[in-house]
């Protein structure tokens, strides 16, 4: 474990008061850097004679941003908030990575470990930083983390015990340029040098070029095809040829969720070596996160699910391929991507109709159009009315936006909360039966 005595923390959220947090409790000094109350100027003059033994860079700042290249330029080592609390925790570390389903991945795992009688807290990405967690609980048996790419760009000796991609699916290539950068990023969670017993679980088909930038480890595949250590088929993981955990009436029965995070899962059982029975127990109770394929409930026996967290095209292809009936789509917002054509063949096979609101509603329609009954509506308001009076019992109304909320709203979470807000009144006028998220649908078919 390096020692530090005077460490910049670039960027004041809730990773750096964290990381600034520990470092103090350790007896180093520290300097804060944010945009609020720094400027050019005032950089420059900090690192004329530098004496940082390192900057924790918040994951906000990317590794190009005109502040980080100085402090590089000036020999400071940068080093994520993510790591410094890693290499504090006294116990092992499972880590998951991915283009889109990390909570979800981690909220099981964690809860899995518990169930099976173990001391496991999440940190990272998720919303607690790595360095509070390990602040709270040092001696934790198992800290569960969940890591973005943008944690990823500043790691050196990160190497947990057991690290997950879940997916490489285009997205954030707004920051890293190309998709040869975001998987190379993506891999990074592997560590340098991987360990001989650190357990690498990857999706089957990027297994070899994973291994090719990575090296050691013990490698475990997951995925749809019977070639992977651990798939998924009508319902059930599949491990050397027999079923070992049912996903049969979970929100994980259907071939996105359940080849993707419900195999993952089951393999990092596994690894730990607890029981599958408790994987599939966890399962059957699990409770979705907000804005995650949440289903909200039923207005004239149409389902209404918020999937606002699907800032991506590919997150936006699972939920509507993850859903067993008709849909009607609402999606749109500041784009991320300039190619929408990947999705059509899903769109053609599953959506009735797309309803189109934010800065990217012209975009879609001129790609989606020709294939899809689409709607230009503006509002998430206009948006979910005609949604609403075009559905037929049976139908799903999803918000799966597949874009960032910025351009209408400050955070997915808050296009989530108008969504959930439209369906409560519409459900009060209709005098329709609701029922709160957080108790309805988690154990039916069908999303």
Known sequence: MNEYHNALILGYGRSGQAAERLLRSEGCSTTV?????????????????PSFDLCIVSPGFSVEHLWVRAIRDAGIPLLS???????????????????????TAVKWICESLCAAGLQAEIGG??????????????????????VSSFQLETVDLFQPD?????????????????????????????????RSDAVCMVPHDWRDRFRTVSGGGAWVTFGASDAADYSFHEGRI????????????????????GSCTGAAVTAVAAAVGFDFEVVERVAHQFIALPHRMQVLGVIDEVKYVNDSKATNLSALAAAVQGCRFPVHLIAGGLAKETDFTFVKDILVERAKKIYLVGRASQSMYSAWNQICDCAECGTLEAAFQEARNQAKPGEVVLLSPGCASFDQFRSFEERGDLFADLFRRAGEAERSTFRDSVGFGHSKKGV
């Not at 908030?81 to 909570?103: C, D, Q, Y």
């Not at 790595?130 to 609980?137: G, P, Q």
């Not at 027999?242 to 969720?257: A, K, M, R």
Request: include cysteine; glycine fraction near 8%.
């Open 33 to 49: 850097v944010a945009k609020e109350q720094t400027d050019d100027a005032a950089l420059a003059e900090l690192l004329r004679e």
């Open 81 to 103: 908030e993510l790591e410094l609390g890693w290499s504090r925790h006294r116990g092992k570390t499972v880590a998951v990575t991915g283009s889109n389903g990390k909570s």
């Open 125 to 146: 990405n998720y919303g607690v930083p790595a360095c509070e967690v390990v602040i709270k609980h040092p001696d934790l048996e198992w800290l569960v983390l969940e």
């Open 162 to 194: 057991i690290a997950v991609v879940l997916n490489v699916l285009p997205n954030h290539l707004d920051r890293h340029g190309t998709m040869e950068t975001y998987w190379q990023t993506k891999a990074r969670i592997f560590g340098q040098s991987p």
């Open 238 to 257: 599949i491990f050397k040829g027999s079923p070992v955990v049912d996903l049969s009436g979970t929100q994980f029965d259907n071939p996105v969720l």
